[in-house]
């Protein structure tokens, strides 16, 4: 098991981890110190105006001050484990709720809307009946929620190991839960058992999973990713650090957009990284300023663009002496008011960014030689 671990955006020197009583340090895990009253902890998030918020069985707590105390924000109707929390990011008080409990008709999904409401049941999926809804993630720029509903039949109760028999589905609402759209990967042999939106661009999911009928020998881990909300899917298995590690949750990182944690089962714990494609086609138009533009590269946040001297470069061979002209900007676009003067002329380079990962300059001896933007 994985405990669940947060650090206070507002406070980053402030540190909570989950398990059967939260821990908190205030100097970034140098030191702990016990906060009393929550219980056995199971996930931690934060929300709008930096409250943060813990869930336990049946019930949800929320911090307003930084984690030293925390208060109870309601019991849900569900008797089971409130196994994630998507705080509102802009709404104080808003919270989504995911809770097991085991096959009951209160299993599932739950919402508040603020302090002087109840907990409220969201619709479940039309997905088959003998599927359970395990997951639920929240997209943060859209809110759009994606659910996944799972069976799993490998038990000797029902049949010998090679008649082991699961099945899934992914379901996206655009309205809160009140609708679902069937929006699930081409499993062919495997099965989805976590799910996560990243926050880097609206839509962005990935579904984490395993292989598990006779068809699929061993049970290798499996991954797919979506940009538009599950409508399209591709198969991002080989990006897995382990490549027959078994998914077991999926936990986006609001800090470094394009940065997902990956937890598995006996292999470790693990952060995945989407790096961003090459620049191709700059386009310079002369003038009194010169301006560059380039089209946007696959999996790009930012760009960073860098400019050096024609002169130097043709007297060293080498692009070292360049310097930095503009770091991390959304743009696809710089322009340039200075004239290179008595140069020969100045160059530009531009690669793509998403954090933390940076791309390439354009060849190996130029990321190694050209520090400018690290």
Known sequence: AFLPLLSDRTMPDV?????????????????WSEVVGTGRTY????????????????????STDHGETFSLYGLLPCPGVIV????????????????????????????????ASDWVQLTDPPAPAEERSTRLSRDPFTGHLAVVTMIDTDNASIGPPDERHFSSH???SSDGGAAWADR??????????????????????????????ATCPGIPGRL????DDGVHWRDATANLAVPHAFPGGLYEDPRLPGAIFLSTYYNGFYRWVVSPGPVEGLAWQPGSKSRLDWPSAENATAYDVARGDLSTLLAQGEFAAAAAFS?????????DEELPGDAAGFYYLVRAWRGPDA???GSPRRDDTLTVCP
């Open 170 to 172: 992914v379901w996206v």
């Open 359 to 361: 791309g390439s300059w």
């Open 84 to 115: 994630r929390v998507f705080p509102d990011p802009d709404t104080p008080g808003e919270v989504y709720a995911s809770c097991e409990a085991d096959g009951s008709d209160l299993d599932g999904f739950y919402h508040r809307v603020d302090d």
């Open 224 to 227: 797919w990713e979506s940009f």
């Open 327 to 335: 770091c991390r900007q959304p743009e696809t676009r710089v322009t």
């Open 184 to 213: 699930t990967p081409p499993f062919e042999c495997a099965v989805a058992q976590s799910m996560a939106y990243l926050p880097d661009q609206a839509g962005h999911l990935l579904v984490g999973g395993f292989s598990s009928d």
């Open 15 to 31: 540190v909570l981890l989950g398990g059967d009583i939260i821990q908190r340090s205030t100097d970034r895990g140098e030191s």
């Open 43 to 62: 996930t931690l998030a934060q929300g709008a105006g930096g409250a943060l918020y813990a869930s336990g069985i049946s019930n949800v707590f929320r």
